[in-house]
């Protein structure tokens, strides 16, 4: 416990964003100086070396990062990020141009011979006006530059992609909200008819209702649930319909599934209601309603089809309803294009298909 807690506490300083920073730095020092050592006489050379490139290369990086990108390149000011970069570029390589010269090559020549055979004469002009010798120092000089812009850029990308995963849950939350209450709503409407007529089914209900609310409070809290407890909370609540309608609607479900493949919960129940609130409670005389699930290797089909009301006096068009406006969010949130959508208003029918890829 007392090493976990030293761990969190070690955690929480390093991601702090000047700790971070800093650490960055001693990680990178130590890696580019121990990896070149083998190139210099001495360790005290290296130090030398590494302690004028550190700071040049931490006042050109910090100044990029800091100051030139938020002034003038997150403003929209690109030529002026341009043009400041490469003055300070160039101040850079006219910098180490001048220490090399006048301090390391007299006090290291002997690392320096190799070096010094790249120039014709090696005179301080030929140096500075070398484009070869420009690009290599500016290369070496925006190494920590690049380096913290790709991790900076990862970290955006990380957080991006936790920040729309959080949003996708909260949306997929709120959704469910909004479903299951309109799915309790109507189950106990059905339970009210019942018990005003005093009907020995009543019981049944209950227990009926009993087994579906337990799903819809607490197995259906995952992303995505076995196909087989969809299956079971369908036909609890078929059964139901069935003692309110009784002889009033024919009900066909046929269903071809296998105990493995998941998919997200309550996704076909709002289309079952949608055929009874609809194709149903209007009709007044018979209804039917035809439901076929299958699942085919990794491939879910659902189809529903109900009978419409005979035309009365009022429109017989269908209104999409909260439920199937949130139906079809979720399926754009959890299957984005692995889905497909189908529904068709017949004369004398309203069809569903629905297709689906299983999880």
Known sequence: MVLKAILETIKKYI?????????????????????????????????EVYTIRTIIQFLITSTVIFVFIPKFLNQGHKILFWIFSLALLTLGFITCTLIKVYYLEPTYPVTYQNYLKRFPEATLHDRLTSIKEFIRV?????????????????????????????KKIAELTALKNQLNPHFLFNTLNNLYALAFKKSDRTMLV????????????????????????????IENYLALEKV??????SISFKKEVSKEGKIAPLLLLTFIENAFKHGVSQELTNATINIELTQKNKEIDFKIENTKPKPSGLSNTYKEEIG????????????????????NEEINWYKVHLKLSTK
């Open 15 to 47: 991601q702090q964003p000047t700790i971070s920073y800093l650490l960055f730095w001693v990680l990178f020092v130590m890696f580019t100086a121990t990896a070149s050592s083998w190139y210099y006489s001495s360790t005290r050379e290296v130090i």
């Open 244 to 249: 309110r309608y009784d002889d009033r609607v």
């Open 206 to 233: 209950i227990q009926k209702l009993s087994e579906i609310l337990d799903y819809t409070l607490y197995g259906c809290n995952e992303k995505y649930v076995p196909i087989r407890k969809e299956v079971d909370l």
């Open 324 to 343: 199937l406006k949130n139906v079809k969010k979720q399926l754009n949130l959890l299957y984005q294009n692995n889905h497909s959508l189908n529904i």
């Open 138 to 166: 500016a290369n070496y000089l925006l190494q920590p530059t690049f380096l913290l812009l790709a991790i900076r850029f990862y970290r955006k990308q990380q957080a991006l992609t936790k920040l729309n995963e959080q």
